[in-house]
């Protein structure tokens, strides 16, 4: 599956994002299973990464670095008005989510129990500030930055509790058109 010439270091954590992306459990992934599709002895896996959590926490935020780098070149792009680029990058975000939930709950959970500068949550938080600061320039900066946190903890809190809100609200996190209108809901009140 992985090719010669890659660092075995790179080929393991390569394995891990691809045994979390078709593995629903995270906790079904195993060093073992890593190490096999790495073609990499579990010794290996324990010398560079010390732990199971380690190395899925660290394949995870690769995975999601990657992805907010493309979605930042993609977002950025764009010939749309600021606030149809920031509609469409929030809506990247919850499609990601929803495409990849196992992946996407250890990234919130690990920001929410380690938050820091350089976490997952707080690189989308960077890229919806400097789309805010085109859509709402008359705002003062804490007022931009209060937005964004208002918009990246109702989509965590959404995807995170997204059964619990199915019945309560109704409203299906899983459905594209229900995501799209509750995003769309979400952001009116910039316009």
Do not use: W
């Amino acid at each position: 599956m992985y090719t010669q010439g890659i660092e075995p270091r790179e080929r393991i954590i390569n394995a891990t994002i691809a045994l979390l992306q078709e593995e629903k459990d995270a906790e079904k992934i195993t060093t073992r299973r890593v190490a096999t599709m790495a073609s990499e002895g579990v010794g290996l896996i324990n010398y560079h990464f010390q732990t199971k959590d380690k190395l899925i926490a660290l394949a995870v935020k690769n995975l999601i670095d990657k992805t907010i780098e493309e979605s930042q070149k993609k977002h950025s792009s764009l010939t749309v008005d600021p606030m149809t680029k920031l509609r469409q990058s929030v809506k990247f975000t919850a499609n990601f989510l929803a495409a990849n939930p196992t992946v996407s709950r250890i990234s919130i959970m690990n920001d929410l129990s380690n938050p820091g500068h350089e976490d997952n949550s707080f690189h989308v938080a960077e890229g919806y500030l400097r789309m805010l600061r085109e859509v709402a320039s008359d705002k003062n900066e804490n007022d931009l930055k209060l937005e964004v946190i208002r918009i990246i903890s109702a989509i965590q809190v959404i995807f995170l509790r997204a059964s619990v809100l199915k019945d309560f609200m109704g409203l299906d996190f899983y459905d594209d058109s229900q995501r799209d209108e509750m995003i769309d809901k979400l952001l009116d009140p910039l316009v």
